[in-house]
Structure formats: C-alpha cells, structure tokens
C-alpha cells in the first residue's frame, strides 16, 4: 500500500484554502463577482465547493497520514482544531455569553474525529470499502428522512427554510445564544452528520489511492468516481436540492464527486507525471496546503483586526481605509474588490512561505 506523502493533496488542500481566503476577504461585499458569493439558499456557487472540498481532503489524509493512529491522537487533534475555533470566534471582545460554538473549525473537528475514529476501526477489514459505504449511505439517507419527513416541535416536517427546517429547531434547542444567527447556524448540528460522510468519501478515495496499481489507474478512478458522484448528486437534486447550509445529501455526493474529479487533475500533475515546470508553479500551494488550519485562523484574525481596529478615523475601520486609499483608485469596484482579496493572500503567503521554507508546520 503506498503510504508516502501526496504532493498533489497538498496542492489541492492549497488551492481550497486559497479560494477560501480570496472568498472571505473582499474590499467590499457590495462588489464581489458571483463566483465569489455563495448561492441565496439552494443551488451552488464555486464558492459553495471550499468548505466540501477541505472536509473530503481531510478524509483523503486520514488514510494516507498517521492521523487516525491512537484515539488519544485523534481527540487531541479534533480539541485544538475546535479551541482554534472558538478562539477565532471570540477575537477581539471574548463575550462568552455570545460565543458562537458550532463554526468552520468545529465541524472540521467534529468530523475528523468520527471519521477517523470510524476508519481506525474497520481499516483492517477486508470488507472495509463496503463498510465505509454503508456508514455514509446511512448517514446520508437517514439525514434526508429528517429533512424531509420527521415533524418536530413548532415547526413542518420539509420545511427547508433557513430557521424552519429541523436542523435550526435543535440548533435553537441545544445552543441558542451562540449561533451565527439568532435562529440558525449553517454550520449546526444535525447537519454536520452529512459533513461526516463527506469526510467518509475522502477516506474511500484515499483507500482508492492507495490500491491503485498504477499512476494512469489512479487517475482514472478518481475521474470515473467523480463523474457518477456529480452526475447522482444532481440526479438526488430532483427531490432533495442541492444546499450548503443545510449541507444536504445531494450536495454531499454532489461535491465529492467534484472533489475527485479535481484531486485526479492534481494527481496527474503534481504525483503521476509531474514536470519541473509544474512543480515550480504548484509550489506555493503547497505552502499554503502544509499549513492550511495556521492560514485560516490568520486569515480570520487578520480580518477581524482590519475590521475592528478604527484608524485613522474613529468611524472608519482599518480595512475600509486601506480598501478605500490603495484599492478604489486602481480599477472598478468589482476589479479593486478582488485585487483588496488578492493582497490579503499575498500578504499570509509570505508568511505561510518563509515557514514551509524553514519546514515549521501547525501539526495539531
């Protein structure tokens, strides 16, 4: 079984966070282009791919890392990625009484940890393809009874409205007082049970990998997997749409289907048939890719800093300022918006790149 570090999962995992920076940090939020935005409520943007994608590479890495090697190892990853979270949450003003508990951070926790805790069990199975299938086909099928046909107190079995659905009535219930709105949280907890089987699909296309015979193999069924998952998950659209916030089935086989597809390209690329070239040009994501939780929680602050430090006017905030002198006067709103998003990744991947040069990496 091949074991060794996948540059291509590095690169891709770069690419995600990279996405994920540009997408976080306009100029303005009133001029931003489309892709840059995620979709109303259901349908899906580019933008509605980052947070899919990260989960299924954190899949992929559980199988072909040590990750997933002792229980305790595994609890004390998921505990520092969710306390980076909350920390990240709470930054500047530390209100615990409004903290908001479920976030980016903590579905990642919460999904690596029953996802690896789940591949540490059945990995030595010899029937553990059909084991890992049929958690996730579960998880997603019983996700999509709740949805759609289980009443609950106050509200309508299907209702699939932001607050109406039965995922933001046992938000409400569990957490109410710390979620990103006061009647939902697209990052809550019933849906987060579909996040694990994203993550269970990275952990089937790591085994996938790995017993590929060859290079030309393992590109062709990343591709072949791919297409069927996009092609089912826009089938399953039919009757359940495609929606991140809700984070439903559909979306689920949906973008996994797209995360392969897009994980074949880099395979070929960066670990099959990789040229000196192309190694040049992927570098600096996998800089980005060998240090992607330490990138999102300095995009996270340095965002929060420009937003609350007020300077130099009291009522303008810091980014609005440097948004409005150096960005405004260069190009159109939508151009200088992007342009403001592009230096805020430029800025993290020096530092990001001065790391991976010295080899210092956020191991959690």
């Known amino acids: 079984m091949k074991t060794a570090r996948l540059r291509s999962l590095d690169v ?29 409520w259901h349908g899906w943007t580019p933008t509605d791919l980052i947070f899919p994608f990260f989960l299924f590479i954190v899949g992929v890495a559980i199988t072909l890392g040590r990750s997933a090697s002792s229980v305790p190892s595994i609890l ?18 530390f209100r615990l009484a409004t903290l908001r508990i479920p976030g980016v951070l903590a579905r990642i926790a919460w999904c690596y940890v029953a996802a690896a805790l789940i591949t540490r069990v059945v990995a030595a199975d010899e029937r553990r393809y059909r084991a890992i299938g049929a958690i996730v086909a579960i998880l997603l099928v019983g996700y999509w009874i709740l949805l759609a046909a289980v009443p609950f107190p106050g509200g309508a079995a299907g209702d699939l409205s932001p607050a109406g659905n039965i995922g933001a009535w046992l938000d409400r219930a569990l957490l109410s007082g710390h979620l990103w709105k006061p009647d939902w949280d697209p990052e809550g907890v019933l849906s987060t049970i ?12 790591g085994w996938l990998i790995q017993d590929a015979p060859s290079p030309r193999l393992t590109v062709r069924g990343l591709l072949v997997w791919g297409l069927l998952g996009v092609l089912a998950g826009l089938a399953w659209s039919v009757w359940l749409p495609i929606n991140k916030s809700l984070w439903t089935s559909s979306y689920v086989v949906f973008t996994a289907g797209l995360a392969s597809c897009g994980l074949a390209i880099c ?18 994501f996998v800089a980005l890719g060998r240090n992607a939780i330490l990138l999102f929680v300095l995009s996270g602050l340095m965002a929060k800093t420009l937003i609350y430090v007020k300077w130099p006017d009291p009522a303008m905030s810091l980014g609005r300022w440097i948004y409005t002198s150096a960005f405004t006067p260069l190009a159109p709103p939508h151009v200088a918006s992007l342009l403001f998003a592009l230096a805020n990744l430029l800025m993290l991947y020096v530092i990001l790149a001065i790391l991976h040069r010295r080899k210092i990496y956020l191991s959690v």
Request: proline content about 6%; aromatic content about 12%.
């Open 12 to 40: 891709f995992r770069g690419l995600t966070v990279a996405g994920m920076v540009i997408v976080n940090n306009p100029g303005d939020w009133s001029t931003v282009y489309w892709p840059l935005l995620h979709a109303e």
């Open 194 to 205: 579909p996040a694990i089987g994203t993550t269970l699909l990275g952990v089937l296309t």
């Open 267 to 284: 395979y070929w690329t960066c670990d099959a048939y990789e040229t000196e070239r192309a190694r040049k040009i992927s570098e600096p």
């Open 76 to 93: 004390r990853r998921g505990a520092i990625i969710w306390g980076l979270g909350l920390l990240l949450a709470a930054f500047p003003f």
